[in-house]
């Protein structure tokens, strides 16, 4: 396990939710500097992710041991070579956390007699709900700390935006001022890749594509808002004790997923629904020419380029300081509701056992509401950069 993970997963279990990285203020003139500020901005994402991937594995783990406890207190209580085993099950649970395993279990020595046994194996499922529910805690954290994270992220497209936008002008500004006839081809692989549908690009169809790519964005908006109402409702029914598990789960998944299009993007991306039941940004016709060689747009076409650019700036902003923001308070609500259930239950039997299928789905839901919006804005930023650097080369061909 690398420090930084470990840090992580030690931030987690022990503190609430603070900043990641917080970002740099200043205004960005130049694409290739906005992009790897953004590609920055995700690794705390992945990281943030990992770290609730092992606290929820180390869960499952250690819930599996309470209930084979409880098993063995309604038989009058583990023996001491059964006390040895749960021991080194918990060790292995926990053992990629920072966590003191003899802080939860008791030595062996305490299952002594048939009264000794009972009341010892009562006392060792006391130390198993405290690890569960200091796993809860890291899970919890975890979850808003891996929505701080994409947040953090997001907002580096909102200011990141201004930059695009300054290039979509830049590019309209630079069009307006060109004179002459364009002569010969060039190279627009680069805008190909980013833009092609079907495995073909057309360089007249630049300022289309963008357009695609606008209208992309608006259903992804509404994707965002489907699962902000859907986390109520899942909220509510969890609470209520109707929640049916994969059933409810997977139809949020689903109004997620069919508010967003249904058709090929430019760059042959498409949507796809992941492992989790999440919505995920996908390429589904990748470009087979190696190379791709174009006449100039007009001038009139290149400067829809531009306008088009402005368009994806404009999304972006959007997106990223009102969409998503609504969204991640009605993640922090959702991972708040399930807290207090989880505080009510104490991690007993009976109680665990009603909300225990809602609440392992807490960030599975967290996952399916994040949706594809963080990758779709890369993808838009993405094919902006493209676009502008073919615009540019377009202008050269002018003569």
Known sequence: MSNALRNALMSSLESEVEQINPLTDHQETNLDEVLLEINEAAEPVAQAE??????????????????????????????????????????????????????FTLSTESFGGDMD?????????????????????????????????????????????????????????????????AEGEFD????????????????NMVGARLKEVVAGGVAVTASAQAAEAGLKELAGKIAS????????????????????????????????VGKSGESVLTTVTPLNITKVEVAAPSIEQIKQIGQGIVAVGDWLEKYSNGTFKALQKSVDQFVADQDKLVKKAGFSKEETEKTRAGLKDVTKASAIAKGAGPAYLSYAANTAKAAYGFGKKALAQYK
């Open 188 to 203: 627009a692989t680069a805008a190909a890749k980013a833009l092609h549908v079907g495995n073909k690009f057309d360089g």
């Open 241 to 272: 004790g109707h929640y049916e598990g994969d059933a409810d789960r997977h139809a949020f998944a689903d109004k997620v997923f069919k508010a967003l299009p249904d058709k090929e993007l430019p760059g042959g991306k498409g949507f796809e």
């Open 50 to 103: 990992e770290v609730v991937e092992v606290l929820e594995t180390a869960e499952a783990s250690v819930e599996s041991l309470r209930s084979s406890l409880e098993g063995y207190i309604e038989q009058g209580g583990m023996s001491p070579q059964t006390a040895t085993a749960h021991k080194v099950a918990m060790q292995i649970a926990l053992q990629k956390l920072p966590l003191d395993v003899d802080k």
């Open 117 to 181: 046994k009972l009341v010892a194996s009562q006392e060792a499922l006391e130390g198993v709900k405290e690890a569960l529910a200091k796993l809860w805690e890291g899970i919890k954290n975890a979850v808003k700390k891996a929505w701080a994270a994409v947040v953090n992220f997001i907002t580096t497209f909102g200011k990141s935006a201004r930059a695009i936008k300054a290039a979509g002008q830049d590019l309209v500004k630079r069009a307006a001022a060109t004179k002459g006839k």
